[in-house]
Structures are given as structure tokens and as C-alpha cells.
């Protein structure tokens, strides 16, 4: 590990993005069509809370360093990443609301789970893979332990997550759905 600060950092930013993949999953279990997605994504939202907690837990406990205000988004793009599927996804080169209903700008399974399984899964198991080459020291046991529980979940929730993609991708209009969701998240990343 680096420094005391690197590691606050990559903490609260992992609780971060833990507790809005908790949330988001959780609130689009209720919201899809496909009954096996909708326990995939239960089942996942409960990962993430457990990793959640299990992040905020290996936290400094100390006055001096108050680390829970270290709690957030790891990078301004994962922040504009979340935000932007609080609202209906937007293809700009065709300037219309793609695949989502009008009604509401509701999400169709394949934009959720485009999202979820091309855009902030892999990109959190990117985060995980890095904090994990950074625990080589004497101290390091413990932290090590929990991102390799927190890497065995998120590899799990990878593979199930890409085959219900897969399934969800049945027709021309879904596979432009997530064609757009994964564009526009790509696009949130790279422009911070």
C-alpha cells in the first residue's frame, strides 16, 4: 500500500460506488420484465450492501484522520456514469429517446443491463483488480482478504450479469438500446 491517504481514498470510494450499485440494482430488481434478472440483480444489490459495509468497516477508525468524509464517488466520471441513468438515455446522433418509453423515460431490461454488465460492473472489478496489486505489505492481510471476497462476488455477478445480457439482447431494438446505454457511459468515463 502507498500511503494511509491512498488507501482512505480507494475505501471511500469503493463504499461509494458499492452503496449506489446496492441501491440501483436493488431498485431496478423490482423494475425489470425478466423474473431471472430480477433475482440476479436482488441477489447482486444484497452483494454490493454486504461490500458496502465491509468497506466502510475496514476504515481508519480515528478523530484525526476523519476517513467517512472520504465517502465518495472515486472519480467525477463515476459520478456522471450514475447520474446520467437517473434519466432517460438520450441517442444524440439520432435525438430521441431510444428504447426507453416515452411514459416516464422508463429503461428497458437491455439498457439496465448494459449498464450494469458493459459500463460499472467490469469497470468496479477494474478498481478491485488495482487495489489489489497495491496490497503487498506486512499489513495488508485483512484488506486483502475483503477485496478478494468483494473481486469473487463481482466476478460472479460478471458472468451472470453478461448471460442475461445476452438473453435480453433478442431483438434490433434491444441490441441498440444497449449499443446507446453502453456508448453514453463510455462517454460519461472518458470525459472526466
Known amino acids: 500500500m502507498?500511503?494511509?491517504?491512498a488507501a482512505i481514498r480507494r475505501l471511500g470510494g469503493l463504499t461509494w460506488?458499492?452503496?449506489?450499485?446496492?441501491?440501483?440494482?436493488?431498485?431496478?430488481?423490482?423494475?425489470?420484465?425478466?423474473?431471472?434478472?430480477?433475482v440476479h440483480l436482488a441477489t447482486h444489490s444484497r452483494h454490493h450492501g454486504w461490500h458496502r459495509t465491509l468497506w466502510?468497516?475496514?476504515?481508519?477508525?480515528?478523530p484525526a484522520l476523519d476517513a467517512t468524509s472520504h465517502i465518495g464517488p472515486p472519480t467525477p466520471g463515476w459520478e456522471a456514469a450514475v447520474a446520467c441513468l437517473a434519466e432517460p438515455l438520450v441517442d444524440e446522433e439520432a435525438?430521441?429517446?431510444?428504447?426507453?418509453?416515452?411514459?416516464?423515460?422508463?429503461?428497458?431490461?437491455a439498457?439496465?443491463?448494459?449498464a450494469l454488465y458493459r459500463g460499472l460492473v467490469p469497470r468496479l472489478a477494474d478498481l478491485l483488480a488495482m487495489f489489489a496489486a497495491e496490497l503487498d505489505g506486512p499489513g495488508d492481510g485483512e484488506m486483502a482478504r475483503i477485496v478478494g471476497l468483494a473481486t469473487h462476488d463481482v466476478t460472479a455477478d460478471l458472468r451472470g450479469g453478461h448471460a442475461l445480457l445476452a438473453a435480453a439482447l433478442d431483438d434490433l431494438e434491444a441490441?441498440?438500446?444497449?449499443?446507446?446505454?453502453?456508448k453514453m457511459?463510455?462517454?460519461?468515463?472518458?470525459t472526466w
Open 56 to 62: 466502510v468497516d475496514a476504515l481508519p477508525d480515528s
Open 175 to 182: 441490441i441498440r438500446a444497449a449499443a446507446v446505454t453502453t
Open 2 to 5: 502507498t500511503t494511509i491517504d
Open 185 to 190: 457511459l463510455d462517454q460519461s468515463f472518458r
Open 111 to 114: 439498457h439496465r443491463l448494459a
Open 95 to 109: 435525438d430521441s429517446v431510444d428504447g426507453a418509453a416515452e411514459a416516464g423515460g422508463a429503461l428497458s431490461d
Open 17 to 38: 460506488i458499492s452503496g449506489e450499485l446496492f441501491a440501483l440494482e436493488g431498485r431496478w430488481a423490482g423494475e425489470v420484465d425478466d423474473p431471472a434478472a430480477a
